[in-house]
């Protein structure tokens, strides 16, 4: 069972009171669901991060429709907003654990953010040589590849990306900023100069989302099953037990390695379910992506096409931020490419990606399997083959049987919030 201080701290957040929102929160909150912020008028924030499906898509879409006419897809899956209040800046460094969190960034910071917003959102970070890069890591930032610094960095993004929000430039974005219904209060809280300037008006906004996404009790809930367990308030049923196990074992799932259920700070530090860093897992190529029909075309992650800073760190390419597990049984799709439907599947393709090949990977036209089809040859070497159960060769049975699978996913089903154990009143949100 956990250690009293995991207890204690677990405890008080699922006591905490309900702390109403700031007057900066609640303008992000109205921005957050404000659908005339886009170019087809129909889309907002919450259109993709769906607050009743843990603020992610609430369809099987491997990528979701943005664009002027909600007909373009996006490049990739679109991953939750839940439990970022925690994740570091991006670095590339020493191969350790996070151990505070970041900070939203400050208002005198935002309109160097909404300054970049016509280029392409990098991290601000120093890339080292190769030499350097094999005793350290890349970790933490926001999206799949990392390059938005902060949440404060990642709010402009979908704003102005032609295939989701599409507004066409930040002069546009204004517009529609000072005609929305909430413009008087940016006016009385950011002063009157506020709409004067694109970059102005556009970084107060991104941190005002920001803001919101920090303070909104929705957003880091922490009352999974999981969370009650390590409160002492419930038992996990065996099949559970037996999941966690797996899951911990390094010689079975290993699953932990990378996604941490461990609190940290003795217990002040919720589990995260994440390293934060990055890996090259070698997902197959998703079909159902129009991009894709280009043989040419690779979404490389850190490499590109959206990041551009690390284009040259060719190590890197293939590289894809690991999300963390929490809820990650109320969604459709998964990997960035949106390729699997189902946990089974993802935990089948982690135990035989290396076991079976021929399951996950087609043949060409000369019958020699594909392995890796969604990364050049080239970069084929940058996919974790040294880290169980990936280390494993053709012929050797997986690490988890069909039944462990079950215990796994099982197990993966105590992170879903909104737990609620017999005679708890429905929390308040």
């Known amino acids: ?88 800046a991006f670095s590339i460094g020493p191969d350790t654990q996070p151990d505070e969190e970041d900070k939203v960034a400050t208002a005198a910071e935002n309109a160097k953010v909404a300054a970049a917003a016509t280029a392409p959102i990098v991290a601000k970070a120093t890339l080292q040589s190769a030499a350097a890069v094999q005793a350290v890591v890349p970790q ?3 999206d799949w590849d990392g390059r938005a610094t902060n949440l404060t960095d990642q709010a402009g993004g979908p704003l102005l990306a032609a295939n989701e929000m599409a ?3 930040t002069t546009e974005l204004l517009a529609k900023l000072k005609a929305a219904p909430y413009a008087s209060d940016m006016l009385k809280l950011f002063g009157p100069a506020v709409f004067t300037s694109s970059n102005l008006a556009l970084g107060e906004a991104y941190y005002a989302l920001a803001l919101y996404q920090k303070e909104d009790r929705s957003f880091h809930p922490y009352d999974s099953k999981y969370d009650y367990y390590l409160a002492k308030k419930v038992e996990l049923s065996p099949q559970e037990m037996r999941g966690l196990t797996l899951f911990k074992d390094p010689k079975k799932g290993n ?24 890996e090259a897992l070698g997902a197959p190529r998703n079909k159902a992506i129009l991009a894709n029909r280009d043989p040419k075309y690779f979404d490389l992650g850190m490499c590109g096409p959206l990041r551009k800073d690390a284009a040259k760190q060719t190590n890197y390419c293939g590289y894809f931020k690991t999300p963390t597990l929490r809820n990650v049984a109320t969604r459709q799709v998964y990997f960035h490419n949106g390729v699997f439907h189902s946990l089974e599947d993802v935990v089948h393709f982690y135990m035989e990606r290396e076991t079976k090949p021929e399951k996950w990977y087609p043949r060409g036209k000369n019958g020699k399997l594909n392995k890796y089809d969604d990364l050049p040859v080239k970069y084929h070497a940058n996919v974790d083959v040294t880290d169980a159960p990936f280390d494993s060769k053709p012929g050797v049975p997986p690490a988890l049987t069909d039944d462990e699978i079950k215990d796994v996913v099982a197990f993966l089903k105590t992170l879903n919030d909104g737990y609620l154990p017999e005679g708890k009143p429905v929390a308040n949100k």
Do not use: W
């Open 255 to 278: 699953c932990a390695t990378c996604h941490i259920e461990k609190p940290s700070r003795d217990g002040q530090f919720p589990p995260a379910f994440t390293d934060y860093q990055f």
């Open 1 to 88: 069972m956990p250690v009293p201080s995991v207890q204690a701290a677990a405890l008080a957040r699922l006591n905490a009171p309900v702390v109403p929102l700031s007057a900066v929160a609640e303008v992000g909150k109205k921005i957050f669901f404000d659908t005339s912020l886009s170019g087809s008028g129909k889309l907002s924030c919450a259109s993709c991060h769906n607050p009743n499906n843990a603020h992610a898509p609430a369809n099987d879409l491997a990528v979701q429709l943005g664009g002027m006419s909600l007909q373009n897809q996006g490049g990739r899956a679109v991953p939750s907003l839940r439990y970022h209040e925690h994740a570091p």
């Open 167 to 169: 507004n066409k430039s």
């Open 140 to 142: 933490g930032g926001f």
